[in-house]
């Protein structure tokens, strides 16, 4: 008991209890929209709106803050050096996607 506390404990320092809670959020939002009925689809959200779309949303608002925040480090890691040594970093480290 006293074990399974202090790992609790040291997850939650480490960040990951809030990482838990934003892919249960996720896991849940993904479930509420794979057991929707046709009929509630077409009542909540009108017929424009798919079963496929809303499985997807989750993911992709997830997808969007990640690529957010890799910008957010590019700007933020490349925006205090000049450009002769900007891409001193070994080639592993480089960022593939951007090129200044």
């Known amino acids: 008991m006293i074990a399974d506390n202090v790992?609790?404990?040291?997850?939650?320092?480490?960040?990951?209890?809030?990482?838990?809670?934003?892919?249960?959020?996720?896991?849940?939002?993904s479930t509420l929209a794979a057991t929707l009925t046709a009929a509630e689809?077409?009542?909540?959200?009108?017929?424009?709106v798919s079963r496929s779309m809303l499985l997807a949303l989750p993911l992709t608002l997830a997808l969007i803050g990640?690529?957010?925040?890799?910008?957010?480090?590019?700007?933020?890691?490349?925006?205090?050096?000049?450009?002769?040594?900007?891409w001193r970093f070994p080639k592993s480290a480089r960022p593939r996607s951007f090129c200044c």
């Open 7 to 29: 790992g609790d404990n040291v997850g939650d320092i480490a960040g990951m209890g809030i990482f838990e809670s934003y892919v249960g959020a996720m896991v849940a939002a």
């Open 41 to 48: 689809l077409t009542q909540y959200f009108g017929g424009d």
């Open 66 to 86: 990640l690529l957010s925040s890799l910008v957010g480090i590019h700007m933020n890691v490349f925006r205090n050096t000049d450009r002769s040594r900007r």
